[in-house]
């Protein structure tokens, strides 16, 4: 329908999220088959979505939707955070609140640090999430002014963590306006970094863990590549 989604990928199925008017569900494919959308059908590897789980809902519309682990997937909201305990379609799994005041920024507002941690942005700053246990600001870290009390309409941001120089790049732009950063994960120092060719602004980044060192690193994605 034309819609920009969320894509993510959880339990051996496609998760999709962030539809244009229905903003509060998602939906998963079967298990083994991204092409079959089919929630009909008996068996526990069927297409499954928000409306037909047993896992629960949620109210808010969806910002993000974090793969933690094999067994949790995070959905970031507006304003509230749900954490998703094994497959929705087997008896024992549950979706739960894990925070009714903190959302992610955006779809890419997050990344993963190496011992696991889910660091994102919120409109309230910048939080952590430990798998199994909660949710908890960066008291440490003194923001930048760019990440207090930002705009989700006007705002896009882009995280991903660097494990070749050990720390956070994130990147927020808007029509007209850039901010980049770089947050040093030893010791928690921010570090504003600049581009001098405003066509080569990135607006995604992403990090791919090759076995070759030479591929191995942050691969920033701007206009032209």
Same mark, same amino acid.
């Given at each position: 329908?034309?819609?920009?989604?969320?894509?993510?990928?959880?339990?051996?199925?496609?998760?999709?999220?962030?539809?244009?008017?229905?903003?509060?569900?998602?939906?998963?494919?079967?298990?083994?088959?991204?092409?079959?959308?089919?929630?009909? +059908?008996? $068996?526990? /590897?069927?297409?499954? %979505?928000?409306?037909?789980?047993? @896992?629960?809902? &949620? =109210?808010?519309?969806? !910002?993000?939707?974090?793969?933690?682990?094999?067994?949790?997937?995070?959905?970031?909201?507006?304003?509230?955070?749900?954490?998703? +305990?094994? $497959?929705? /379609?087997?008896?024992? %799994?549950?979706?739960?609140?894990? @925070?009714?005041? &903190? =959302?992610?920024?955006? !779809?890419?507002?997050?990344?993963?640090?190496?011992?696991?941690?889910?660091?994102?942005?919120?409109?309230?700053?910048?939080?952590?999430?430990?798998?199994?246990?909660?949710?908890?600001?960066?008291?440490?870290?003194?923001?930048?002014?760019?990440?207090?009390?930002?705009?989700?309409?006007?705002?896009?941001?882009?995280?991903?963590?660097?494990?070749?120089?050990?720390?956070?790049?994130?990147?927020?732009?808007?029509?007209?306006?850039?901010?980049?950063?770089?947050?040093?994960?030893?010791?928690?120092?921010?570090?504003?970094?600049?581009?001098?060719?405003?066509?080569?602004?990135?607006?995604?980044?992403?990090?791919?863990?090759?076995?070759?060192?030479?591929?191995?690193?942050?691969?920033?994605?701007?206009?032209?590549?």
């Amino acid at each position: 329908d034309g819609d920009d989604r969320i894509i993510a990928v959880f339990q051996d199925r496609l998760v999709l999220a962030e539809f244009k008017n229905l903003p509060q569900v998602w939906q998963m494919s079967r298990q083994g088959d991204p092409t079959d959308w089919d929630e009909g +059908a008996s $068996d526990s /590897k069927g297409a499954v %979505s928000a409306t037909t789980s047993k @896992a629960g809902r &949620i =109210g808010q519309p969806i !910002r993000a939707v974090v793969p933690v682990t094999e067994d949790y997937l995070l959905f970031g909201c507006t304003s509230s955070m749900y954490l998703l +305990a094994g $497959d929705p /379609k087997v008896p024992g %799994s549950s979706l739960g609140c894990i @925070a009714q005041t &903190i =959302g992610i920024a955006g !779809r890419d507002a997050w990344c993963q640090t190496p011992g696991g941690l889910i660091v994102f942005l919120s409109t309230e700053g910048l939080f952590a999430y430990q798998p199994g246990g909660g949710i908890a600001a960066l008291s440490k870290v003194v923001l930048p002014a760019e990440f207090k009390n930002i705009t989700l309409s006007d705002w896009r941001v882009s995280m991903t963590y660097d494990h070749n120089a050990d720390g956070i790049h994130i990147f927020m732009f808007r029509t007209g306006q850039a901010s980049f950063w770089f947050l040093d994960w030893a010791t928690k120092g921010f570090f504003q970094t600049a581009f001098v060719d405003s066509g080569l602004y990135p607006n995604s980044a992403a990090y791919y863990p090759s076995d070759r060192v030479n591929l191995r690193g942050a691969y920033i994605g701007c206009a032209d590549g």
